[in-house]
């Protein structure tokens, strides 16, 4: 069994890509995800850095305002983007996680509403997919 870096996951044309063994799919999609995840963890990091920075740095009450709207922009806002784009990525880093769980398990790819298997496309384009695209098209809150 050949195992491929995620450049040359890229590469591959569709046809090649759905042309692999199951087993190379599935190391495949592995490296995808370890990618992302490692991505977002990386991510979520320097989020939680600019919040802890933001944090030190601001004062009680300290607001700024913006001269052409005459709104407050003050850090407090900006940390509190920060800790929210933090927990965004945490929970996609545990969705990241939880798709590596079920290809130990052998229920990766498979959609979690109709229990149909995803199509190799879509988990290519987003190896933590949970839905098929036809279930996802109903649904805007799961991936």
Known sequence: MKTYSK???EALSDEEYDALSEEEYLASQVVLLNSERDTYVAQAEMFKEEAATLARESEPGDVQFDEESGEGGNSTMERER????????????????ESIEKVEKGTYGICENCKSAIPRIRMRALPYAKLCVLCKS??????
């Open 82 to 97: 920060d800790l929210a784009l933090l927990a965004s990525h945490l929970a996609t880093v545990a969705e990241i996680e």
């Open 138 to 143: 109903g649904s805007v809150t799961r991936r």
């Open 7 to 9: 450049e040359e996951i």
